[in-house]
């Protein structure tokens, strides 16, 4: 079983920063890809960021590029999202998911509860 549990949501002013956690335990494979995906109100998923382990590459949703990087600490078993530059529509819930099928970052097989990522003034 795969437990994800993000963390490091809140309120911060466009323009701002902010930093999320996801702490990964029970059965993740080396190779799986791992990333966050996010929901707005009334708006479909969206997928933001994702790492292809097996070869190191990352996806991005155009929106985010050179805003969102991702980077892991894998003896804590912890992915990161980190967010520069926010924007309103950014807001969202912020759910961090694994691909455990293909590998590929091409679906999402497991994410947590998610946490919620207000960007106002």
């Known amino acids: 079983e795969v437990q994800l549990q993000a963390s490091g949501g809140g309120l911060v002013q466009p323009g701002g920063s902010l930093r999320l956690s996801c702490a990964a335990s029970?059965?993740?494979?080396?190779?799986?890809?791992i990333g966050w995906f996010r929901q707005a109100p009334g708006k479909e998923r969206e997928g933001v960021i994702c790492?292809?382990?097996?070869?190191?590459?990352?996806f991005y949703a155009d929106s985010v590029k050179g805003r969102f990087t991702i980077s892991t600490d894998e003896p804590n078993h912890t992915v990161f999202l980190q967010m520069n530059s926010l924007k309103p529509e950014d807001t969202a819930m912020y759910y961090c998911?694994?691909?455990?099928?293909?590998?590929?970052?091409?679906?999402?097989?497991?994410w947590g509860q998610g946490t919620l990522v207000t960007v106002s003034s």
């Open positions: 998911g694994i691909d455990r099928v293909t590998r590929k970052c091409d679906r999402w097989d497991f």
């Open positions: 029970g059965f993740v494979f080396d190779d799986d890809g």
């Open positions: 790492l292809r382990r097996r070869d190191g590459r990352v």
